[in-house]
């Protein structure tokens, strides 16, 4: 419900000249809408939803001490109002004698409507005013900036406190309920505190949103920051930091379930492709081994790698994978799952790079075979196959390269002097350009 704004300003004149007759109703005038705005001010204030909750509510803390200031200052403002009204009445009779006021009636209106007439006691809360008095004498112009300081302040507090009251309550309800959803579906993937992380976040998120909820309701207060250099009635936001943590943490947990969801889905799948990928790896690393054999006996005076086992760890590991999808032991099986892919690629990669480290010097072989044919067939195109040289130089190459074991680096030296006597020969049997053959310079 709104509250009306600050009461409005008294306008009279400080005391002077005794007022006339048409002074004096003006005056009067002016001040019965004043007490009119005011009055309406001060209903709404006592009919504020947030007044209403503050008055019913088991308050604590800094809320607590700051509502029992603020009823003191609403006990206080409704003081200062009787008295500013009982001024007014009494204006209003002394005017009411007659039709035109003798100097005595303008005195005493002077007196009540410019000067200090008003007297208002002291024990209506003397702790929120100051020292304590018997009774204190204002003018009306000076009533009425005391209540406008009482009701912005009063407002100030109920409005802070209903707005906290207003966003923050219905907002980690509404979280809570998505929190239940949350525990519910993390409970049929076998989520629990003390089996996985997630379900350990789960209790502690519902531990932090009940203990914030009841620290709301009993100080909403705590949970207020002022607008900077906002003077206005409820000038500020509500403190949403602790509720926006926990909202974070359940997203980060909702999609930790997601992925425990999302393995129970696909488990199947998964397993039958870590079965692949661990199986090729097993045949790479066979094939490397017997390769190595074969260059161990085929390749003399070169380093070959020792070739590992299978990877046996990785087997057992999957076998627990096997039997945690059997047993729909999801949170398990989901990080054990992502392990064991990257560590399955990886040894199919080493795997497969042992193959390559073990079959290089059979590699440098072969190449150096085609080297020496392609070199014979370049031999064979230009009619110079049947020079003794080379056949001697080939032959030399070829026993080497064929024979076993094969001494790569006497082979590769055999096939370098072949390729040097086919360039010397083909730049012999060079044709000479037309002008040297007509013996011109």
């Known amino acids: 419900m709104g509250v009306a704004g600050p009461f409005p300003g008294y306008a009279g004149r400080p005391p002077g000249p005794v007022m006339d007759r048409d002074e004096a109703d003006r005056a009067l005038a002016r001040l019965g809408a004043e007490h009119e705005a005011i009055e309406t001010s001060l209903l709404a204030l006592q009919d504020h939803a947030g007044r209403r909750l503050l008055e019913g509510a088991d308050l604590t803390g800094v809320t607590k001490e700051r509502w029992a200031v603020t009823e003191q200052r609403i006990t206080l403002l409704w003081g200062y109002f009787d008295a500013y009204a009982g001024a007014i009445d009494r204006a209003r009779e002394i005017r009411a004698r007659r039709r035109y006021p003798n100097r005595d009636d303008l005195l005493a209106l002077t007196d009540l409507l410019r000067g200090q007439g008003v007297t208002v006691a002291s024990g ?12 204190e004498r204002f003018t009306l112009e000076e009533l009425v900036a005391r209540m406008n300081e009482l009701y912005a302040r009063s407002l100030d507090m109920v409005v802070a406190s209903d707005s906290v009251w207003s966003a923050l309550p219905a907002r980690i ?16 993937v076998g989520v629990r505190p003390g089996e996985h992380p997630a379900g350990d976040d789960l209790e502690s998120i519902t531990h932090e949103l ?37 909202a974070r943490a359940l997203d980060d947990v909702r999609r930790e379930i997601e992925a425990v969801l999302a393995v129970r889905q696909d488990a199947e799948q998964r397993l039958v492709h870590l079965r692949d990928v661990l199986s090729r790896a097993d045949r790479t690393l066979a094939e490397a081994r017997s390769a190595r054999g074969e260059v161990l006996a085929k390749i003399a005076a070169s380093e070959v790698p020792a070739v590992s086992g299978p990877p046996t760890v990785l087997q057992e590991r ?3 994978a096997s039997e945690y999808r059997r047993h729909a032991q999801w949170h398990r099986l989901s990080p054990l799952l992502e392990s064991l892919e990257r560590e399955a690629e990886d040894e199919l990669l080493r795997a497969r790079e042992s193959l390559t480290a073990v ?11 085609g080297r020496l044919d392609a070199y014979k067939a370049k031999v064979a195109r230009h009619g110079l196959a049947e020079d003794p040289v080379l056949i001697e130089r080939y032959d030399a190459a070829r026993r080497m390269l064929w024979s076993a074991p094969c001494d790569l680096r006497v082979a590769a ?7 040097e006597a086919v360039a010397e020969l083909l730049h012999a049997h060079r044709p000479s350009p037309p002008e040297d053959r007509q013996g011109r310079p």
């Open 318 to 320: 999957l076998a627990a």
């Open 359 to 369: 079959t290089a010097p059979l590699a440098v072989r072969a190449e150096l075979r």
């Open 173 to 188: 309800d509404l979280l809570a309920a998505e929190l239940r959803r949350t525990r519910s579906l993390a409970h049929s």
């Open 210 to 246: 009940t203990t914030l909820r009841a620290q709301v309701i009993s100080d909403p207060l705590a949970f207020w920051l002022p607008g900077p250099g906002s003077a206005a009635p409820g000038g500020g936001r509500p403190d949403t930091a602790r509720y926006d943590r926990a």
């Open 124 to 135: 209506a809360g003397p702790s929120v005013t100051g020292p304590a008095r018997l009774a």
């Open 413 to 419: 030296q055999a096939v370098l002097r072949y390729q």
